[in-house]
Structures are given as structure tokens and as C-alpha cells.
């Protein structure tokens, strides 16, 4: 039997339900009027970290939208950045000319981030790209890299919980929470 070995009962919130459930709606209408209004937005969700942001941001998307999924890899089981990115599945429609969102769970070292836009402009061309993170921790960075839009700043603490995970578990809470240490 598989079973985690942090339990759910040390698990402090940092940020709540209905605190993320705000912030995502004001970043949707945020982010929506950077795309020319009524145009198709191919909306990037980076599994599977940012699956449960990605699909609460598009329910209040007014343009048209076309959901594409790509899976990448960095932590392993770790709770530190491997520095390790293992890109799992990039397999996308063309994207030459169209309006594209990466939605991203939280940049940390900015490798992700760094990667997935040199990917997105070199290979992909799109005409306008925009790249979103739910959780941005500022401190953790080893490359000058931001995104676009972000909804939360926070210390370079590991988070579960809105799709992040420890070990594969923690995803379905509604809320963003830690383990002191
Ligand atoms: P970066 O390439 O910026 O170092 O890391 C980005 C990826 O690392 C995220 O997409 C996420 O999967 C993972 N990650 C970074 N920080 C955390 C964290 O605090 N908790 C969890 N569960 N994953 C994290």
C-alpha cells in the first residue's frame, strides 16, 4: 500500500480557497485583455502542476479557447529543484500566428519558464505569447526571468496542494499549503 509520509494533519494554509478563487478571476480578466478581443487563445496547461489553476482560469474566458496539454518534469520526488527538466510530452498543433497562454503552477529556479518560452518563440512563432504562473517565489530564482502575470508571491517555502503535489499526493486540495520544517 502506497501511502505518504507527510501527513495531511501538519499541514499549515498559506493561501486559502476562496483567496485563490478571487485571485484566479481577476488574473483571467487580466490576462484576457492582453489578446485581441473575440480571437482564439491556444491556452498551454504545464502538467500536471498547473492542471487544477489552468482549468479554474479558462471557466472565465470570454474569447474562444483552445485547450492544449504538454507535460514536463523537474522535481522528481524532490522538494529542492533537480535543475533536472525532463520534458515528458510537447506534442502541440501549430501554433505559427496564433494568441498563446502558458499556464504554468509556480516558477521557482525560472528554468521552466526560461525553456518553455525559448521553445514557444523558436519553434512555435506564435503572434502573441503570454506566459502566466499561479505562484511566483521570487527568491528562489537562479535565472532573471518573470512572468507575464502571477497571482501570489511567496517565500521559497514547498507548497502543495491546487495541482502541486509531494510524492503525487496533495494535488486535489482546494488550497495552497506547506509543512513547517
Ligand atoms: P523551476 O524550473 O522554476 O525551478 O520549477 C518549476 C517547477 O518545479 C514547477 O512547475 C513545479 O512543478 C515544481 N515546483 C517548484 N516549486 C515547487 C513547490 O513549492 N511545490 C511543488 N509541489 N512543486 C514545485
Redesign the pocket.
Known sequence: MLTCDKNIKDLKVLISEEEIQKKVKLLAEDIEKVFPKGEDIYVIC?LK??SMFCIDLIKHFKNPIQLEFIR????GHE?K?T?N?QAIDLTLPNLNEKNVLIV??????????R?LTDLFKIKHLPKKLVFTSL?N?KC?R?IEIEPDFYGFEIDD????GYG???KGYYRNLPYIGYFPQ
Open positions: 504545464v502542476g498547473s514536463i518534469s523537474s522535481y522538494t529543484s535543475n527538466l504554468e503552477d509556480i516558477i521557482d529556479t525560472g528554468l521552466t519558464a525553456f505562484l517565489k528562489a537562479q517555502k514547498f507548497v502543495v502541486l503535489d509531494y
